[in-house]
């Protein structure tokens, strides 16, 4: 029996908002445990800028001393505005993301025991995420048909008793202190990834620790929200990031906080689900 060990983090925001003491014990927490996965579910830069991307490339390359490396980009790694509502070169938008850490913004990664697929929500400004609220351009998330359809290409031949992970950035459930959902759509997009039975979403984006349990017909699907590596907690609330154990029988998702007295990120609530 295989059990996968997963270090989810997300919002790392390299830049101006950087908590340098956090990314280097978050550096050396990923080389003592030895994570099998590395998840960085978006938002590597603030400004999606060169000097930032190169520093969050580094961090990657640390982690894959240790363990296998899944990201995938955030909507404040996207220059939005090279291509704003699709006009122009629509892949202008994330050049500077390609360049530096991954050709391919939806990445496999196949491990014993689980199949980790990258979802990117973070297309720009787009018709469809348009908003009244002007804060909000560039901000919501979006999944499309096409992208569902390429998920359930990837899971088609996914043993039965191997986890399937989806990695995103943007929230599909309400953040509790925001009262909102990164992405449009929920329900659809939850919909389908009870259609996919998925067991485990892996997401960031609202800048604060959540993890929620939505049950379906067939089976439940884990969501795992990741807190924000900055100065940018949402409520004050100290940096997070989660650790999760994917055993055959069930799903653990333990939140480490960062204490600024231990200069370390210490155990907090650790939730279970049976799979």
């Known amino acids: 029996m295989t059990t996968v060990t997963v270090f989810h983090c997300s919002d790392l925001h390299f830049g101006h908002p950087a908590v340098p003491a956090q990314y280097e014990a978050m550096e050396t927490l990923i080389a003592e ?12 830069t603030q400004r999606a800028r ?7 490339r580094a961090f990657i390359r640390h982690a894959e001393r240790t363990s ?13 505005w090279k291509a704003p509502l699709g006009l122009g070169d629509d892949g202008a938008i994330l050049a500077s993301y390609r360049r530096w850490v991954n050709a391919d ?8 025991g689980a199949v980790f697929a990258g979802l990117n929500t973070s297309h720009g400004v ?13 901000i919501i998330g979006i999944v499309r048909r096409a992208q569902i359809e390429r998920l359930r290409k990837v899971f088609t031949d996914v043993r039965p008793d191997d986890a399937r992970v989806i990695v995103m950035h943007h929230n599909p459930m309400k953040g509790e202190l925001s009262q909102r959902h990164g992405l449009k759509d929920t329900a ?9 039975q998925a067991d485990l979403v892996l997401c960031g984006h609202d800048h604060q620790d959540a993890i929620h349990y939505i049950e379906h017909t067939r089976k439940g699907t884990v969501i795992s929200t990741a807190g924000t590596l900055s100065n940018r907690m ?21 939140t480490l906080v960062w204490s600024d007295s231990d200069s370390a990120f210490v155990a907090g609530p650790v939730k279970c689900f049976k799979r």
């Open 33 to 44: 445990r030895r994570y099998d996965v590395v998840a960085i579910s978006g938002d590597l």
């Open 50 to 56: 060169s000097g930032e991307f190169q520093r969050a």
């Open 68 to 80: 296998k490396v899944l990201c995938i980009p955030g909507n404040h790694d996207v220059q939005w």
């Open 105 to 112: 913004i939806e990445p496999v990664l196949r491990v014993p």
């Open 126 to 138: 787009t018709r469809q995420t348009l908003t009244w609220r002007l804060r909000d351009i560039s």
């Open 188 to 196: 659809r997009a939850l919909g389908a990834f009870a259609d996919l």
């Open 234 to 254: 949402r409520g004050g609330r100290p940096s997070s990031v989660n650790s999760i154990r994917i055993s055959p029988d069930q799903i653990e998702v333990s």
